[in-house]
Every structure is written in structure tokens, then in C-alpha cells.
């Protein structure tokens, strides 16, 4: 594309970067979570497709790379729900909810400010969700973006 | 080719005044039924999963298995798309 | 009545979408058609789930005086169509991807032409 969509690219593709990981990390207490940010991540990659076009971003970003996270994203998921099987009772149990480590501040009940440390497993679950949905999404626009512009495939 | 078309416009015009008079079987807009599961989850979602979003609570807490599906789902759409363009990758 | 134009609106969109699936021949159309009918699921559970002057059931920094299993609106229908909303995303990912398959080996999206190009 031109040198102006280019340059509009280029700044504002740092801010949906941020603005999505700042919807992932905050899952549990403002709307948004895994999906919708991850969803903006891969926005934002896409804006980075528009304008450099896809042979240039797939000769930079290997996709076996992103199916790689993909697949972490989804391990990472299914870990924390067995270890919910070990440490609670029950499959995606909630064993670090009011344990007071990690995540585990409970808050007062009502309309509270936001706590960080809240949650129990919730942030992290978020987190693997997030990396899911970026890479998956991600990787889909650029395989089939990349083979609409090619001439030749079967 | 005339049977087809005159076929489905038949069964088309069945659906449509089905779902037509289904909707005034519902509950009025505003005003739900049966709200004791919901009302549960919004009062206990503090106290029990620690979270101050009862959307997300629900998602990942209390219905995590609708979330495994989904995640199956989401991975089995990689696979396939990765699977059908797989020629173009090298 | 006038409590039931939200349903109406969902059973217009799925009309709209189920006319697209029924009576278009073009391949694509057809992908659009069953878009529009996700959506009218969509919007259909988000209404089941709409309790009169409800918020959203986030508690942090809620408005002043608002009743807490009263004034908010259902979690499960909006859970719900989070996961409905992602399963859509990827099953549109997944016929576009066939449907590009289809017009490079038939060269048409015509899906009458495709029957009868059958080998």
C-alpha cells in the first residue's frame, strides 16, 4: 500500500496491542476477557496485513510458529483445569479462590473497586485463552490471505 | 426444476409462520421466567470464584466445560484451514 | 405488543438469513446467509436474557443504588453467546476456506454449475 497507510499503520498498531493485552489482563474485573481481547490482538495484526500486504508478513512470521502457541495456549488451558482436578475437588475447580496466594484476595461483596488480586484462577485461564485466540485467529487470516494472492496452488 | 422451487417456497412459507407464531409463546421482552440459577450466580459470584465480573465467572468457572468445547472447537478450525492451504505453505 | 419487537427483529434477521440459504445460488451468498442467521441466534439469546432497566453483572464501580440480584441483566445467556460468538468466527473461517477450494476447481460458485460439473 501507499506511504500513508503505512505510516498510520505503524502508530497505531502499538496502541491495539496494548489496548487488547489491557483487555485480556483485566478479564476478570471490567468487561472483556480471553476471546475479546485476543480478538483484538488479531485486529490489530490484521491492520498490520492491510497494510504491508501478506507475502511480506508471512516471509517474517513463520505460521508453524503460531500454530505452535496455539496449541500452547490450548495445553496451558487444559493444565490449569487438571491441576483444579488435583489441588480442589473437581475438574476446572477454582482451588486458588480465597486461598489468599496468588489471585487469592476476595472481595467485598457489592460494588467494590477493582483488586488486581482477585480471581483465583480466572487470570490465568484468561491469559491461556488470550494466547489461543491470538495466534489462531491470526494464523487464519494470514494462511488464507496469503493464498488469495498467490497465483498457483492446488 | 419448477417442483424444486415451488416445493421449497412451500416449505419455506411453513417455517416462516411457525417461528411467526412461536413468538408470542415466549415471555414478554424484559421481564424473564425462571431466574434462580442466574440470581444465584450474580449474589455468590464474590464470595466463590473471587470476581467482581459475573460473565467471566460464568464462563470459565461455573460452565468451563462449554469453554473446553469451544477451545476444542477453535483448535479443530486451525487445523482444518492449516490443512486445507497446506500446499501454499512451504 | 410492544414487548415483542425485539423477537420480531430476531425472527426478520432469521427469515432474511434462511431466504439467502434457501433460494440464492451463489456460494458466497449463501456463506452471508448463514452468518445472519448466527446473528439472530445471537441477538436472541442476549434478549431472553434482558431483565427491565438491568445493568451488566460487573461489580466493579457499579452506579449508586442499584439492586444486585434485581438490576442486572442474566450471565448465562451472555456466556452463552460469548461461546456462540467464537464458534461462529471459526466455522466462517472454516467455509470460506472450502468455498476458495471450490471456485479454484470449478472455476464457478454457481452451485447448480457445480452439481452438474460433477466428475
Redesign the interface.
Known amino acids: 500500500m501507499t506511504k500513508i497507510v503505512k505510516t498510520t499503520a505503524n502508530i497505531l498498531f502499538p496502541f491495539t496491542m496494548i489496548f487488547g493485552l489491557y483487555v485480556i489482563a483485566h478479564g476478570h474485573l471490567t468487561p472483556g476477557g480471553g476471546f475479546q481481547g485476543g480478538a483484538i490482538v488479531a485486529s490489530g495484526c490484521a491492520l498490520l496485513l492491510v497494510a504491508y500486504g501478506s507475502p511480506w508478513v508471512f516471509d517474517h512470521i513463520k505460521d508453524k510458529r503460531l500454530a505452535t502457541f496455539e496449541s500452547l495456549g490450548a495445553i496451558g488451558f487444559i493444565t490449569i483445569g487438571l491441576l483444579g482436578l488435583i489441588f480442589g475437588a473437581v475438574f476446572f475447580g477454582n482451588f486458588l479462590a480465597g486461598s489468599g496466594s496468588l489471585f487469592g484476595t476476595t472481595p467485598a461483596t457489592g460494588s467494590t473497586l477493582a483488586d488486581f488480586n482477585t480471581g483465583g484462577v480466572l487470570p490465568l485461564m484468561n491469559f491461556a485463552v488470550g494466547v489461543k485466540v491470538i495466534a489462531g485467529l491470526f494464523v487464519i487470516i494470514l494462511v488464507m490471505a496469503y493464498a488469495s494472492s498467490i497465483k498457483e496452488w492446488s | 426444476m419448477e417442483k424444486r422451487t415451488v416445493a ?1 417456497a412451500l ?2 412459507s411453513i ?2 409462520v411457525f ?2 407464531f412461536s ?2 409463546l ?1 415471555h ?5 421466567g425462571q ?1 434462580q ?3 444465584y ?3 455468590h ?17 461455573y ?6 468445547g ?2 476444542t ?6 487445523a ?3 490443512l ?2 497446506r ?3 512451504h | 405488543m410492544i414487548e415483542y419487537i425485539p423477537f420480531i427483529a430476531v425472527v426478520a434477521m432469521i427469515i432474511i438469513g434462511l431466504y439467502t440459504v434457501v433460494f440464492r445460488r451463489n456460494l458466497i451468498k449463501i456463506v452471508i446467509g448463514i452468518s445472519i442467521i448466527e446473528s439472530g441466534v445471537n441477538l436472541f439469546l442476549i434478549i431472553l436474557g434482558y431483565r427491565d432497566g438491568g445493568v451488566a453483572p460487573i461489580f466493579t464501580s457499579l452506579p449508586p443504588g442499584t439492586s444486585f440480584p434485581e438490576g442486572m441483566v442474566l450471565p448465562v445467556p451472555q456466556a452463552l453467546t460469548l461461546t456462540s460468538i467464537v464458534i461462529g468466527v471459526a466455522v466462517l473461517a472454516l467455509m470460506l476456506s472450502l468455498v476458495m477450494h471450490i471456485y479454484r476447481k470449478y472455476g464457478t460458485l454457481d452451485v447448480q454449475k457445480i452439481r452438474r460439473l460433477k466428475e
Open positions: 421449497g416449505a419455506f417455517v416462516v417461528f411467526l413468538i408470542f415466549l414478554p421482552f424484559g421481564k424473564p431466574v440459577m442466574d440470581d450466580i450474580i449474589t459470584t464474590q464470595n466463590e470464584t473471587g470476581t467482581n465480573n459475573g460473565v467471566t465467572s460464568v464462563v470459565f468457572d460452565r468451563g466445560f462449554d469453554t473446553l469451544e477451545a472447537i477453535l483448535f479443530s478450525a486451525v482444518g484451514v492449516l486445507l492451504f500446499r501454499v505453505r
